[in-house]
Each structure stands twice: as structure tokens, then as C-alpha cells.
């Protein structure tokens, strides 16, 4: 990896091998800024042979929590929203992602909820400290469907967590990860570094999902074999039967 990276605008060979070849090749590669989306909005017209009105189904996914996500997702939603007319449903699609910072569920939750608490923290001393709804949404009233999968973990879980606690929305999909804890990094000396469990985080109505995650409304596991997404498609159904 340090032989790879470098100066951006400089070059760097690779020799590469393809699964299932027998002989490799070279390339040379420009080093560059990677930028990876944390937000994909699409509007769904056919999944798999299900069909629905053009543009009638909203697919929002949250890739992960990062710096650039709630610029990302307020430049979503504002698309999403100019379609309104059209959208009869929403899927926010949180598979793989693997959470962030606590801030950032509080976010992205206060898009659905009119108001209420989205999540409680749990101190060492066991004080809580509440975070509720902050701002004013602008997908409160659509259907929604969440997709989770067992990549889905601590900031997305909060999400995924709240939204079915308050009966906003079914989830779909397969039990999450279970990350329930909160951690701060420490840097140490020699490019080492510490994560010191201090808190952990709880649902609205109190409860921890540590080592337990969210339990989809409708269990749907994905066959890696197919190209089809069965997840996808399933949330589909359930989003058309609202």
C-alpha cells in the first residue's frame, strides 16, 4: 500500500492478475484523489420482473457516514423531492454501511421523523444523555422501506432502530451487525493507535441492540450465486403493498 500511494499527478506501475488467468500484465495508473460518493438516489421503475410506474419508487442509498454526507444527502433529498409528484415510496437502502458518527444517525433520521427521541446514550457512570429530532424533514409522510443486511452497523443501526421503533417504517432484510458501543480514538506514538469503549448508544425506548442489531419486519437474505438483488426486490413488494 506505501509503494502504491503517492504524490498526486505521479505515476505508478502495477502488475495485475485477473481471477481464473494464468498470466499477469502491467499497467500504469496516475495517482489521483479517489472521492467516493456516501449518497446514490435512483427512481426505480423495474426490479427483477416486478414492474411499477416509471419513476413511482425513490431508491436512496446511504453508502456510509462521512464528512461530505449531509451535503450529499441535502442534494439528494432536494432531487428526490422534485419528483414528489411521481414518488409514491422511498427505500433507503442502508446495506453495508458500516455507521459513523452519532451525529450524523440524528441527521439522517430527522429526514423521516416529524419529532421525538432518536437515540439515547449510555455513560460509564450510567447518566444518559438523549438526542432527538433536530431539524424539520422533508420525507415525513412517503411509505418507506429501510434495507439492512449484516453489514449494516452502529450509526446506520440507529437509524434503521428508531424508524422501526416508531412504526415509520418496515424493515427489510437481514439482521444488522450489532454494534452498540461508542468508541474514541486515541493516536499513540509510532503510528499506533487506541479504541476505548466509552458509552454506549440505546433506542428510543431504552434498549441495546450491542451484539444483537435490529431484526428486519421481513427477513430476506440475498443469494450471492444470482445477479439478481432479492433484497432489492423484496422491499419492492413490500413498498407496493403500503
Known amino acids: 500500500m506505501s509503494l502504491i500511494r503517492g504524490s498526486k499527478g505521479t505515476t505508478v506501475g502495477l502488475t495485475l492478475l485477473h481471477q481464473g488467468e494464468k498470466e499477469p500484465y502491467e499497467v500504469s495508473i496516475v495517482r489521483a484523489t479517489i472521492v467516493v460518493p456516501s449518497v446514490e438516489l435512483d427512481f426505480v421503475s423495474t426490479i427483477g420482473d416486478k414492474q411499477t410506474v416509471a419513476g413511482e419508487i425513490a431508491h436512496l442509498k446511504l453508502i456510509r457516514f462521512g464528512e461530505r454526507t449531509n451535503s450529499e444527502w441535502i442534494d ?12 409514491k415510496g422511498v427505500i433507503l437502502d442502508l446495506r453495508n454501511n458500516p455507521g459513523g458518527y452519532l ?5 439522517i433520521a430527522s429526514e423521516f ?11 460509564t457512570n450510567g447518566t444518559r444523555e438523549t438526542y432527538s429530532v433536530d431539524r424539520v424533514g422533508k420525507i415525513t409522510q412517503q411509505p418507506l422501506i429501510v434495507l439492512v443486511n449484516q453489514g449494516s452497523a452502529s450509526a446506520s443501526e440507529i437509524v434503521a432502530g428508531a424508524l422501526q421503533e416508531y412504526e415509520r417504517a418496515k424493515i427489510v432484510g437481514e439482521t444488522t451487525f450489532g454494534k452498540g458501543t461508542i468508541q474514541e480514538a486515541e493516536d499513540l506514538p509510532g503510528g499506533a493507535g487506541l479504541h476505548v469503549t466509552t458509552a454506549r448508544w440505546l433506542l428510543p425506548s431504552g434498549k441495546t441492540i450491542d451484539k444483537e442489531g435490529i431484526n428486519p419486519d421481513n427477513q430476506i437474505t440475498d443469494d450471492p450465486t444470482t445477479e439478481e438483488d432479492e433484497q432489492l426486490e423484496g422491499a419492492l413488494e413490500v413498498i407496493l403493498r403500503e
Open 76 to 87: 439528494a433529498v432536494n432531487r428526490l423531492v422534485a419528483h414528489q409528484p411521481t414518488i
Open 103 to 107: 451525529s450524523g444517525s440524528v441527521f
Open 113 to 123: 421523523l416529524p419529532s421525538g427521541v432518536v437515540v439515547q446514550q449510555e455513560n
